[in-house]
């Protein structure tokens, strides 16, 4: 029997440099780890790619604000996104930059491929032009004349250009829908079938008279569209058709973005990828957006909040719990300090971080052999979690882990070891490091910090979900300080 390991290929929204990264992109970013961590504790081989956009003309525009070398702005805010993913302990396997040639290459080759299928053609462009969107505006979609996101009016643009035959691929993309259905995300999946039923008009993929950007190959007076560009780095991170992490992780199991680019990516992309003549990626994920204090963030507001200064302030660990926990994944969420800090003490310190030490200082006291017959039998739970991770439903991931460590503490306090000795006590200790060990495998994903310092105090190297059955306890624990500590 031949077995073939699993592959699992997820990737964050690429990050538009005009903007440093900020609790939102971070949310992405944590949201994306947690899922591709979970793979691979289901032992599944996992490529997880993040990384910037950094052509177009709003990144010039920043740059020239800022009285910046373009090239010197994209190195600088590039780095800061990546020290930032470090920080929060993604785990990402690769982080790309559009700027970078190995993406430049294959973006020129696949123009040219585009074009020999004739789905290129020169033209005039004449419309309404939004920076902040990079994108030409209809009527309908304004409000009051102005970008409904950047509340700016676009500027009348009227222009030569390169068009790609979009409209060609009205039929082939509603038939792809139809035939995949999971591939839309679940939310905004009617709006967009129905958008692509009214018609799809050709989009202009070249800007004259730009020089910051990829040089379109057939074309030295133009560059290409900084959506066309970037699009591409999902397959241009794996290499050439003909490479072999090509071959192993395409097509995409999972895109994550946000709403204001699910168009591109649910629309665009396919499109293009049917031009290309390569799979489309199996899923598109809308995540939502957070406010902040129930304000939206954005810089004109003065709200943007550094994550690496909340994680400094209260730990990586409580700042991914807290995000991951607090929204439901593909809603629009809200940042809180204050409810970050109730989430702590509650759930981290009252529930888990007590657990752990109560536990173990129960254990140091014990002499006697730590075994046993499980009470409880866990494996339903467990895949209550798993079928949560694999609808995407995180926040409930950990409502129903919690839900094991809540019953955990309830079991102590019904048993009162304290008042246990010999071969009772190690029975019920037993079910406490058992239940402990689960626990820290299935935390892996979302605060791997603190389920590998359980793993420390468990005498254990962290583990996998296959290992997540009531067996033999084979550790030898360790007391540690508490895992989390009580904010005032
Ligand atoms: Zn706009």
Request: charged fraction near 30%.
């Amino acid at each position: 029997m031949v077995f073939k390991i699993k592959k699992f290929y997820i990737t964050t929204p690429l990050y538009y440099l005009n903007n440093k990264p900020h609790i939102g992109t971070a949310y992405a970013t944590i949201s994306a780890d947690v899922i591709a961590r979970w793979h691979r504790i289901n032992n599944e081989k996992v490529f997880f790619l993040t990384g910037t956009d950094e052509h177009g003309e709003k990144v010039k525009r920043a740059a020239d604000e800022k009285g910046q070398n373009v090239k010197e702005f994209v190195d600088n805010l590039s780095l800061e996104f990546k020290k930032t993913w470090d920080y929060l302990n993604i785990s990402y396997d690769d982080f790309i930059r559009t700027t970078e040639n190995r993406h430049k290459e294959i973006v020129k080759k696949f123009i040219e491929i585009v074009e020999k299928n004739g789905d290129i053609y020169k033209g005039k462009y004449e419309g309404k032009y939004c920076i902040g969107c990079e994108n030409y505006k209809t009527d309908s979609e304004l409000i009051d004349g102005k970008c409904s996101d950047h509340k700016k009016s676009p500027e009348i643009r009227k222009e030569d250009t390169y068009f790609f035959r979009l409209s060609k691929y009205q039929n082939k993309i509603l038939d792809f829908y139809k035939n995949n259905p999971d591939f839309l995300s679940p939310n905004q999946a009617n709006e967009i079938k129905n958008r692509v039923k009214e018609g799809l008009k050709d989009v202009s993929i070249t800007r004259i008279n730009v020089d910051w950007g990829i040089p379109f190959p057939s074309d030295k007076n133009h560059v290409i569209y900084v959506w066309f560009d970037a699009l591409i780095n999902y397959v241009s991170a794996l290499g050439d058709k003909n490479c072999s992490k090509f071959k192993d992780f395409w097509p995409a199991d999972l895109h994550i973005i946000g709403k204001e680019i699910n168009w591109f990516h649910s629309v665009l992309w396919p499109a293009i990828l049917f031009s290309i003549g390569i799979e489309p990626p199996k899923k598109i994920y809308v995540n939502g957006w957070l406010l902040s204090e129930n304000n939206k963030i954005s810089k004109s507001l003065g709200n943007i909040i550094n994550p690496i200064d909340i994680a400094n302030k209260y730990s990586v660990d409580s700042l991914r719990y807290y995000l991951i926990k607090e929204t439901p994944f593909g809603l629009d969420g809200n940042f809180s300090e204050n409810k970050l800090i109730q989430r702590i003490n509650g759930e981290l310190v009252s529930d888990l971080g007590n657990l752990v030490y109560r536990a173990f200082s129960l254990i140091e006291k014990f002499d006697g052999e730590i075994k046993g017959e499980p009470s409880e039998n866990l494996e339903n739970q467990i895949k209550i979690i798993s079928e949560n991770m694999e609808k995407l439903q995180l926040s409930y991931a950990l409502q129903n882990i919690w839900k094991i460590i809540r019953n955990t503490n309830k079991y102590i306090n019904e048993k009162e070891p304290w008042k246990l000795s010999g071969e009772n006590l190690g029975n019920v200790l037993y079910n406490l490091v058992e239940r402990i060990r689960i626990i820290a495998i299935l935390l892996s994903p979302f605060i791997p910090k603190t389920s590998e310092e359980i793993f420390n105090q468990l005498g254990l190297k962290p583990q996998k979900i296959n290992e997540c059955k009531m067996g033999e306890f084979k550790g030898k624990i360790k007391k540690g300080s508490y895992l989390f500590n009580k904010i005032d």
